[in-house]
């Protein structure tokens, strides 16, 4: 009896050591293992960075804009290959359209972006587009250029680099106003509510021809 407890007496500190190497092995082996899972997820997060200019034609308060900016931003946010850096530009171009400010706004974008490569400049409107389409070789010569909001009667006289694309933004007034006929058929007098810059006036002479044929039997007032 003796004998049997004088052996479990010196088993213990062996034991009692192995326990300890053991845990501290396992603790080691947790750390390491937790270190090694963070590196990889934090390389997994570490994508290419593209750098995506919108180019506004007008000033920062129009209620549209930013609509438009959280579109554009869904839609790319689809894709998850890259991480994406926006710059935001408003050129302010109908209060300010001479060629004086168009230089200015060359020599700013050519400062700002020098420094800063654009991989994609998505110009909203007919007005962005013609400015990237003049100066793209001096200010933007590697990107890719995306339209919006250009009907096909302003792109028509532009010569368009093979790194753009778009969507047009033709409008069928003819079949808008036919829907409204359908729905309210008495109609007699039809009111267009339109601006006065030369972007308006421009959709105004669009919509005068879609909707000519209906100025017999309506009283159009424009």
Not at 51 to 73: C, H, T, W
Not at 178 to 190: G, M, N, R, S, Y
Request: contains cysteine; charged residues 20%; proline residues 4%.
């Amino acid at each position: 009896m003796l004998e049997s407890t004088k052996n479990i007496r010196s088993q213990q500190p062996f034991t009692s050591g192995f326990c300890i190497i053991f845990k501290l092995h396992l603790l080691l082996f947790i750390c390491a293992s937790f270190f090694l899972l963070h590196s990889l997820a934090y390389a997994t997060e570490l994508k290419e960075e593209k750098r995506v200019l919108i180019l506004f034609p007008n000033q920062s308060d129009l209620p549209a804009y930013p609509m438009v900016e959280k579109g554009i931003k869904s839609r790319l946010a689809a894709g998850k290959e890259f991480h994406i850096t926006y710059y935001i530009e408003f050129m302010d171009w109908y209060r300010n359209a001479d060629q004086t400010h168009r230089q200015l706004l060359h020599d700013l974008y050519h400062h700002k972006f020098s420094k800063h490569k654009i991989d994609l400049v998505v110009a909203c409107f007919a007005t962005s587009l013609n400015f990237v389409t003049e100066y793209r070789e001096k200010l933007f010569p590697q990107a890719s250029i995306v339209f919006s909001g250009v009907p096909q009667a302003q792109i028509e006289g532009l010569t368009l680099n093979p790194m753009v694309t778009g969507v047009l933004a033709d409008v069928d007034y003819a079949g808008l106003l036919e829907t409204a006929l359908k729905i309210h058929p008495q109609t007699q007098h039809v009111v267009i509510v339109n601006g006065a810059s030369r972007h308006d006036l421009f959709f105004e002479k669009e919509i005068r021809k879609a909707l000519a044929p209906h100025s017999e039997r309506l009283d159009l007032i424009y």
